[in-house]
């Protein structure tokens, strides 16, 4: 499985965009980009997926650049509730998620 | 949809003891995942079920632990002698088989908080 890199930890204001990117240089053809949120003491919880180019839901964009080789997860105007830890995997219909120690972001008021 | 439950939410058991742990996925996903998470790390693959068949299991589940999933429905997940290094977040998750060409998403549970004392 690919190995994914991202920052430890960002920080910012309520109201601001934060953009999150992983670093994923031996993705393979048929991986896909998926990025899941998780709080303190609960469960990880899906917020996006993606193979190419963007994609869009509710609560996030992820663009991916065409050389696969990295991602960005855009979330806009965050609020304090945003505060959590992303992590950001790689992988194509595996039998298990592989997750490294994700980012922590802290927003402020 | 109810999404992926677990009970109990928290557990403190001392040495020794065995304890039991219960998931119960969505209703339609037949692929269940158990994952270990310990404080400031992201969760760690235990085991994985597809249906009522075990399929896998990460070298990080010793004798003392075993999955079960009788009749693809929930799954249990039992350690057995408890030691200290158990003390962990225990994750549930399941997803649903796709079709070739498309990703399949895991949906976790809220997990169960283990202490053991």
């Known amino acids: 499985l690919a190995k994914t890199t991202q920052p430890i930890s960002m920080d910012s204001y309520e109201g601001q965009e934060v953009n999150i990117t992983c670093s994923h240089n031996?993705?393979?053809?048929?991986?896909?980009i998926t990025w899941y949120q998780q709080f303190p003491s609960q469960g990880p919880r899906f917020i996006i997926q993606?193979?190419?180019t963007k994609v869009t839901n509710e609560v996030a964009s992820l663009f991916i650049p065409a050389d696969r080789k990295s991602s960005t997860l855009s979330l806009p105007r965050v609020s304090l509730s945003d505060t959590a830890v992303y992590y950001c995997?790689?992988?194509?219909?595996?039998?298990?998620?592989?997750f490294g120690t994700g980012t922590r972001l802290q927003v402020f008021p | 949809d109810t999404g992926v439950s677990q009970n109990p939410r928290h557990k403190i058991t001392k040495r020794g003891q065995n304890v039991t742990f219960r998931c119960d996925p969505i209703?339609?996903?037949?692929?269940l995942y158990w994952y270990r998470q310990t404080l400031g790390q992201g969760p760690e693959f235990l085991t994985y079920?597809?249906?009522?068949?075990?399929?896998?299991k990460s070298r990080l589940l010793s004798d003392r632990f075993s999955a079960e999933r009788p009749k693809g429905s929930f799954s249990t997940l039992e350690i057995q002698r408890t030691e200290q290094g158990d003390s962990a977040m225990y994750l549930c998750?399941?997803?649903?088989?796709?079709?070739?060409?498309?990703?399949?998403?895991?949906?976790f549970g809220p997990g169960t908080r283990l202490l053991v004392l």
């Open positions: 993606g193979y190419k």
């Open positions: 995997l790689v992988g194509y219909n595996t039998d298990k998620l592989i």
């Open positions: 031996n993705i393979a053809t048929n991986d896909y």
């Open positions: 998750a399941s997803s649903a088989e796709t079709g070739p060409y498309t990703q399949e998403t895991q949906y």
């Open positions: 079920f597809q249906n009522e068949a075990q399929l896998e």
């Open positions: 209703s339609e996903h037949n692929r």
